[in-house]
């Protein structure tokens, strides 16, 4: 069943209005400007409150006339002024280093006046916002602390100019190969191909820094090795799941787009927490990047925009981050992409359900048969594999007794014999974003450890499955009532259950909109995106998901200007080329937001400064563009969702629907043309009213629950206790000039 024709058959929902915080971390896109005559502070390399690792790249803005020479710095009364100095840049800043935990009152005298600003220092180990951190936790050889912190490591590598070795080479400083490339930057350096990865600790796991470097020369942050471009590229794993234990960052210099970045005089950067597959908290995820950014800032020096590129689960940890984080990056590249994980669940929950049902014929009714494509029918796709795919790949990290990695046999979850163990699912993971269970709600297994599990935002109470194919005809009225009848659900520890899956009276599903574990798209017009998107042969990455988030696009902002989809035949991916070539464009764009002046909101200039010759595109595999548009239905095919043959539209965002009352008249199918009932039987019409009592989903309405994300959010409070269900950051603390 296609859907290109549905793409603007989406509901609109009436959303709140939500102020987002002016939280940019990126320091080139929000410069300091204090007032004419006046002294304030600023810390360029994250939030003054987000600050760790003990290091902060401080800015003081003087008045007009100020001799640096007269003024003084102090951090609590410990002398800093020789830290400061006026920089090439025409900005009097400097690196703070040995900042205690908690608070630091940083103090900038002149004459005649100054300003003060504290600065909150977080642990290395964090966490900074997320909130406690995932128990048990296994660190690295090599630790030298439970928070897993260790001295960074450094390593060589370049590309050759021998044709027959392909990628990046082992370079050895003491002694240089003597086939080493040149490459020219997009600054018009030319430089040997040489770069440095620096591997280090954060976060309590991995992260990976990749830069092109000229070795045996000296990089400060205020002067930095001259290739450097200040731009960045943080590159991402793929997958949803959770591990327990320190994982390794995503490789930085593996992929064309990689070598091109860094030849073009990028850093590259990717943190083991933003690799979906080992960690798909998107708290945890977003405050590993601003950690790790803050890092660059430091070490490397201030960034002017940062780009995020990933396929699978790494795209979903750019379009979530970018929702919920904005400013994270300023331009997204998303490959085989997923809007988030939740509202994608509810395809992996219904898929795991049918197929319970479609692979078992013991549970068909009497004279009830399934074909193969009368399962697809149900499923909206064209083949039933999209599903065990789908089961196959991820149900399992929705199942507790699943045995993620730094678990053991003893350790992890059993219902009956060890109720307390670690549950390794995705959203127990997360507990600090969902909110455990409330008493009421408690499982056996919850009263006996005596707190609540998290539950998964998704349900399937009221919903029809296969409805539009019987409207269609290609299920019989009596194939439609077995499967409603019989689809049941599923517990808290995923056994099968008769009754279907009600998680509406749980705080998991408000706090997923809220957190942007489901994301609403509501503060992602302020982030460029390219989505580089293939035909789906079955493998369960879906093409309708990147018009998905198109379609969110339009419901929350009326354009999704600041997407632009490029197809291509090659499976999944589009074209071979097109993570590289749509690399290039986004550095286009985003170099001429950067370099509009006009008092314009960020959500405008993304628009606004978008090149013209940027639009959709079709590709022809091997890197060259067919035409500016869409490919179209021949080339990717867009199939739906079991929710969407049963009325969910394409945003596929309302995890629990709103019930409306099951109507006889409602169900019609066309004849030869003429519109006719459905015919069911007495029985059959008494079986649905026992099936759906109290009602059917109206996907008219907004879903229960529904709301807009809420951007930067903390999920600890000042004490660093937990904060279930996250609240809004305060403001940005600003300066305060001396004696206000």
């Not at 731009?231 to 490789?251: E, F, N, Q, W, Y």
């Not at 020096?301 to 995020?308: A, M, N, Q």
Request: hydrophobic share 35%.
């Amino acid at each position: 069943m296609s859907l290109r024709a549905r793409l603007r058959g989406y509901h609109p929902i009436v959303a709140a209005l939500v102020v987002a915080l002016p939280l940019t971390v990126q320091a080139g896109w929000d410069p300091v400007a204090g007032a004419a005559g006046s002294t304030t502070i600023k810390v360029l390399s994250n939030r003054a409150d987000l600050v760790s690792g003990g290091d902060a790249l401080v800015q003081v803005a003087l008045p007009a006339g100020t001799a640096p020479a007269k003024v003084r710095v102090d951090v609590d009364g410990r002398d800093i002024t020789s830290s400061f100095a006026m920089r090439a840049d025409g900005t009097y800043a400097g690196l703070v280093t040995g900042l205690a935990l908690g608070l630091n009152v940083l103090t900038a005298r002149t004459p005649g006046g100054g300003a003060r600003l504290t600065i909150t220092n977080h642990p290395s180990g964090g966490p900074v916002f997320s909130g406690p951190q995932l128990q048990p936790w296994t660190c690295q050889a090599g630790a030298l602390d439970e928070q897993c912190n260790q001295p960074p490591t450094y390593r060589f590598v370049y590309r050759s100019t021998d044709p027959a070795k392909q990628g990046f080479q082992a370079y050895d400083p003491e002694n240089p190969p003597s086939d080493v490339a040149t490459t020219t930057t997009d600054q018009g350096v030319r430089v040997p191909f040489v770069v440095r990865i620096e591997t280090g600790y954060m976060d309590r796991d991995q992260y990976q820094v990749s830069a092109l470097f000229q070795p045996g020369k000296p990089w400060t942050t205020f002067d930095p090795q001259p290739q450097f471009n200040h731009k960045l590229l943080i590159t991402h794993g793929a997958s949803c799941g959770v591990d327990h234990k320190t994982g390794g960052a995503p490789d930085t210099t593996g992929s064309d787009t990689d070598a091109d970045a860094l030849g073009r005089g990028f850093l590259t950067m990717s943190t083991a927490l933003d690799n979906s597959g080992h960690n798909c908290n998107i708290a945890v995820q977003a405050e590993s990047l601003v950690m790790a950014k803050e890092h660059v800032a430091e070490q490397y020096g201030v960034l002017r925009y940062t780009i995020g590129t990933g396929c699978s689960g790494g795209s979903l940890a750019e379009q979530w981050i970018a929702n919920a984080y904005p400013g994270v990056y300023q331009g997204i590249l998303p490959t085989c992409s997923f809007p988030d994980a939740w509202s994608t669940a509810t395809q992996f929950l219904d898929y795991h359900l049918l197929l319970a049902y479609f692979t078992d014929p013991t549970k068909w009714g009497t004279g009830v048969v399934w074909s193969p494509t009368q399962m697809a029918d149900v499923e909206g796709h064209v083949t039933t594999a999209n599903a065990l795919v789908s089961e196959n790949a991820q149900w399992h990290v929705a199942v507790p007794t699943d045995p993620c990695a730094g678990t053991t046999d003893a350790n992890r979850y059993d219902p009956a014999n060890n109720p307390g163990g670690v549950r390794c699912t995705i959203h127990d993971a997360a507990i600090n974003v969902f909110g455990p269970n409330p008493e009421s709600l408690w499982s056996a297994s919850e009263k006996a450890v005596g707190h609540g599990f998290a539950t998964p935002p998704i349900d399937n109470v009221g919903v029809q499955y296969g409805l539009d194919a019987l409207r269609r005809g290609r299920i019989t009225p009596a194939q439609f009532v077995d499967l409603n009848a019989k689809i049941g659900g599923v517990d808290i520890d995923t056994n099968p259950t008769a009754a279907r899956v009600d998680t509406g009276p749980a705080p998991a599903l408000a706090n997923a909109y809220r957190s942007g574990m489901i994301n609403e798209t509501n503060n992602l017009d302020q982030t460029a995106i390219i989505d580089c998107r293939g035909p789906d042969p079955g493998a369960f990455h879906d093409a309708y998901r990147a018009f998905a988030v198109r379609a969110r696009l339009d419901r929350e902002h009326g354009t999704h200007a600041n997407q632009l989809i490029w197809e291509g035949p090659v499976a999944i991916l589009g074209d071979a080329g097109c993570e590289k070539n749509s690399f290039v464009a986004m550095d286009r764009w985003l170099t001429r937001i950067e370099a509009d002046g006009r008092d314009l909101t960020v959500a405008q200039k993304v628009v606004l400064d978008k090149p013209d010759d940027l639009t959709d595109r079709c590709y022809d595999g091997v890197g060259h563009k067919v035409s500016d548009g869409l490919c179209g239905e021949a080339v990717v095919p867009v199939y739906g969702t079991p929710r969407m043959v049963a009325g969910d539209a394409l945003t596929t965002d309302a995890n629990k629907c709103r019930l409306e009352p099951l109507r006889r008249a409602d169900y019609t199918t066309t004849v030869a043309g003429v519109t006719v009932p459905v015919r069911f039987t007495d029985a059959e019409w008494a079986r649905l009213q026992e099936t759906f009592e109290t009602g059917v989903c109206d996907f008219t309405e907004a879903g229960v629950a529904q709301q807009d994300t809420i951007a930067w959010q903390t999920y600890q409070d000042t004490s660093g206790q937990v904060v279930y269900g996250g609240t809004p950051m305060s403001p940005a603390p600003a300066s305060r000039p001396l004696g206000g």
